[in-house]
């Protein structure tokens, strides 16, 4: 995006402060533009007026090209399922934040027989891991052309296209890739990929088809010159794949490809490579080694490029171990550093406890709070849960810096009453928060029980616990 | 008669054969035209051709004659296709049954060449440098150690050798305790034979593990735990100095009050070695670690909790009002585990390094991240997750292993020059990571062979 102030959207609106766009002024609409949560034509006057004044036309238009992202966001797949990639803005998320998180696609491939097809995109479907209050979750498959047989491909992607994940399509072979559209063009799958030798089919299903299409070069001339005939030739939708070398000076190339094509698309303005960037760490699985050493490189590799501008994936290894760090470092890289990571403080009734229950204390940073809650909430544990506002910080730090202290333990005792709905005066606090025991004890006059180091551990510590020895 | 022709020469054929017109012929099914790649056609022959119906209805007549002829039918299927028509197009002919009722403007447009593009890099050019310091000294220098390690340097973000070369890459120190720490398993089973031994700790950690560095931590210090006395930690730091000949890292227990003299102490047994004094923060008598520093030789290191401004204030303080040497002070912006604060750390990081880079003579120093954190994260050391709507998360012995790496790895983007770390198949992988990235490491693999593996 050109512009950094609302201000300076501002005079291309109508300044009515109409409301038709559901915010009261047309500076309020401004800023939500600037967010990125409405873009300009969703102001209906504008809009309107564009179609009869040519004016107000060129006008719109010149907004959209100072509001539109630095690099071109690209969909892939339909409806509430599809997924976003590219839209991306700065070199470091501190700059601003990553809009749209690394889409992550795991393989399967057409000389599977159907019932390990069916196996691997149930995993892929049906995989989740808790993180921060929600689910975290893989984006969709990647079917692979290796019988080199059109008619195969085409009865494979069929199925697939049954789980409803966005697909991307991986063959070289334009006939086989003809055979697979004609059954699924209409899921809107990426298709992968234009090379020098087959780009002018290629170029056509992508015409024809009117799907996303890779182009895929290790020489950036020549993925440029492959991009710019591709835009000139009417294709909108665009991914680049400077091709990832899985190892060696190879990977260190890709490590320089990528962010040279990032850098140059958003600091050296080029239009003609600002698009989202394609990475292959399932190339690891190239390499002569055991089946966890390929693991590993291969979630080496997803890692160094969902930090470095890797912004859709093709990976292989369905096992947890590998899937766990790769999409847990996505969220964290992804997390809009502008809105910090908290819950609101104060106290939380757990499983409807009674006054005898015991009382916990966590603090208010996101990743802490709701898995202190989970482990309470799935482990069927009744209880109490005061939430210290810590700033957002964990426990640990926040006890070393000062924001974890008696005197503020204190207030909140106070502030939520909670002496009014318990009948003991027992408040059990996190094991990483152990040297503040006595602290919290003079100054509440509670006595403080020390609880686990993980709260994962709560349930087991209870049963030695709670209710306390000592009345 | 040739199999394949251009266009051109279909032409010269009609003139050949004085062929204006076909009449009473027709052509079942559907007629798809497909030029191939290099075929030698004149876009605008193409086009001009296109504009014209009546030349569709002389291809499709055409295309009889050619099969009377002996023709391959199939090559003008594929030309048709080029065109993006669908034949029959133009006027409606009752003689085809398989007529479509509308007419397709052919659209798609294939051009014959790659358009010639250039490649411009955009250059970055940042006007700072990294300080360089160095631990350990050797006999020469006045210490004992049989090799010095440098970092720092850097005049480019981490591993962007295409702006600046990177004169030092990042190095890898193994932690050492000077008592049983609390461990993860997966740690712990490589450690289980030296666990009460700080100088076979550290060798092993060396010898078996590729330690650059060693970080003996004297945790017994704390008055919570054995509460030793400060001279009595000593002797260790001296027993691990004549165990290793690589340099030191000492790291005193985490308690304020006892930290400053557990590490004079240290800074005097190990005058001359050149060690890193681990740490001074803001909330302790960080002047009384600096002055031992200064006094002995040593070097710093800066410790703040992920707060840029903090850093910033406690390396000035140690540089102005202790009088630090600037190449005598390395920072620790605090390491959060992958899933458990990371993205402060890393960006934290970041902007530390791309400040100190842009010239911020308080923030251009090398970064140290105590990287064995990640073992604080649950998916790194729990047997299972405790969320019962999780997809069970596997092994925990290769889970904990990759935390540690993938936590290592991201800080390592963000300019991290020391790692303090601790299981030996991360230490590798990292070590791995960073020399792959450095360009140290030749191997190759096939890039495309993904493409149509089976497995």
């Known amino acids: 995006m050109k512009v950094k102030s609302p201000l300076e959207i501002y005079r291309y609106l109508p300044q009515t402060n109409c409301g038709e766009c559901g915010y009261d002024t047309c500076m309020s609409f401004a800023a939500q533009i600037i967010e990125r949560t409405v873009k300009p034509t969703d102001c209906p006057p504008l809009v309107k007026e564009a179609e009869k004044n040519p004016k107000v036309k060129k006008k719109l238009e010149e907004l959209i090209e100072i509001t539109s992202p630095e690099v071109k966001e690209v969909i892939i797949g339909k409806g509430d399922k599809a997924v976003k990639i590219g839209g991306e803005d700065v070199l470091h998320r501190h700059e601003l934040t990553f809009f749209n998180p690394t889409a992550l696609f795991y393989d399967v491939w057409d000389t599977l027989d159907d019932k390990e097809i069916d196996e691997r995109c149930s995993k892929v479907v049906e995989y989740r891991k808790f993180y921060v209050g929600e689910f975290l979750t893989l984006d969709g498959i990647a079917v692979r052309c290796t019988s080199n047989d059109p008619k195969r491909f085409r009865e494979v992607v069929k199925r697939v296209a049954g789980y409803g994940k966005p697909m991307i399509l991986v063959s070289l072979n334009p006939e086989c890739m003809r055979a697979a559209l004609e059954e699924v063009a209409e899921e809107r799958p990426l298709i992968y990929a234009a090379t020098e030798d087959n780009w002018r089919e290629f170029l056509e299903l992508a015409l024809e088809f009117k799907v996303p299409v890779v182009v895929r070069s290790k020489d950036l001339n020549k993925l440029k010159s492959l991009a710019v005939t591709f835009k000139e030739a009417g294709v909108e939708d665009i991914v680049l794949d400077p091709v990832t070398e899985p190892v060696g000076e190879g990977l260190k190339g890709t490590f320089e490809r990528v962010i040279q094509l990032r850098r140059t698309a958003i600091l050296g303005e080029d239009k003609d490579v600002a698009y989202p960037i394609m990475i292959t760490p399932i190339a690891a699985w190239a390499l002569e080694a055991d089946e966890v050493s390929k693991a590993y490189w291969e979630t080496v590799i997803a890692s160094i490029f969902i930090v470095k501008y890797g912004d859709v994936m093709i990976l292989h290894c369905l096992e947890p171990y590998a899937i766990m760090p790769i999409v847990t470092l996505r969220y964290n890289i992804y997390t809009d550093p502008r809105t910090p990571v908290q819950v609101e403080p104060g106290l939380r009734e757990i499983n409807n406890p009674s006054p005898d229950d015991p009382v916990f204390i966590t603090t208010n940073f996101a990743l802490t709070y709701y898995t202190v809650e989970s482990d309470l909430t799935s482990g069927n544990i009744k209880g109490w849960l005061l939430v210290l506002d810590t700033e957002g910080l964990g426990v640990e730090v926040s006890v070393a810096g000062g924001q974890f202290t008696a005197a503020k333990v204190k207030d909140l005792i106070k502030e939520t009453k909670i002496e009014e709905k318990v009948n003991h005066r027992y408040l059990i606090i996190p094991g990483l928060a152990a040297r503040l025991q006595g602290a919290i004890e003079d100054e509440t006059g509670w006595k403080v029980l020390v609880g686990p180091m993980d709260s994962g551990r709560i349930k087991g510590w209870l049963e030695q616990h709670w209710p306390p020895k000592e009345k | ?455």
């Open chain 2, 1 to 455: 008669m040739a199999e394949k022709f251009t266009l051109e020469e279909f032409f010269n054929l009609l003139k050949k054969y004085n062929v204006e017109e076909l009449e009473g012929v027709r052509i079942e099914g559907d007629l798809e035209i497909e030029i191939e790649p290099g075929a030698a056609v004149d876009p605008n022959t193409i086009n001009a051709l296109l504009a014209l119906t009546q030349y569709v209805n002389l291809i499709q007549e055409f295309g009889k004659f050619l099969y009377h002829a002996n023709m391959a039918l199939t090559y003008l299927q594929r030309l048709s296709q080029a065109f993006g028509i669908q034949l029959p197009v133009a006027a409606p002919q009752p003689q085809v049954p398989e007529v479509k009722p509308t007419v397709e403007v052919p659209k798609i447009k294939i051009p014959e060449k790659l358009k010639e593009a250039k490649f411009e890099p955009y250059k970055v050019e940042y006007p700072g440098k990294i300080e360089e310091v160095t631990l350990g000294a050797t006999r020469a220098e006045g210490g004992t150690r049989e090799v010095t390690i440098t970092v720092g340097g850097e005049r480019s973000l981490a591993f962007y050798t295409f702006d600046a070369e990177m004169p030092h890459l990042p190095v890898i120190a193994i932690d050492v305790f000077d008592r049983r720490p609390m461990l993860a398993k997966a740690v712990r089973e490589h450690y289980e034979d030296v666990l009460d031994d700080p100088a076979e700790w550290a060798r092993k950690a060396v010898r078996e593990f590729g330690a650059d560095l060693v970080t003996l931590h004297l945790i017994s210090t704390d008055p919570l735990l054995d509460d030793r006395p400060a001279s009595e930690a000593a002797k260790t730091v001296e027993e691990v100095l004549q165990a290793v000949k690589v340099p030191l890292i000492i790291g005193g227990s985490g308690n304020k009050e006892k930290d400053p003299e557990v590490l004079e102490k240290a800074a005097e047994v190990a005058e001359g070695e050149r060690v890193m004094l681990a740490s001074a923060t803001l909330d302790m008598d960080w002047e009384r670690i600096g002055n031992a520093a200064k006094k002995y030789g040593h070097v710093v290191l800066s410790w703040t909790q992920m707060d840029i401004n903090n850093q910033k204030t406690l390396n000035r303080y140690l540089l102005k009002r202790v009088g630090l040497p600037r190449d005598s002070l390395i920072m620790d912006p605090t390491t959060a585990a992958l899933g458990y604060g990371l993205d402060y750390a890393f960006t934290n990081m970041e902007r530390i390094r791309i400040s100190g880079l842009r010239g911020d003579q308080d923030l251009n120093f090398p970064i140290s991240s105590g990287t064995t954190n990640a073992w604080g994260a649950r998916e790194a050391w729990m047997k299972d997750s405790p969320i019962e709507e999780d997809t069970p998360w596997g092994p925990r012995e290769l889970r904990g292993p990759i935390w540690e790496i993938v936590t290592g790895l991201t800080l390592a983007l963000a300019g991290v020059d020391i790692f303090m770390m601790m299981h030996p198949g991360a230490v590798a992988v990292l070590k791995e990571i960073i020399n792959t990235l450095a360009g140290k490491i030749a191997e190759k693999a096939d890039e495309n062979a993904w493409l149509t593996m089976e497995g």
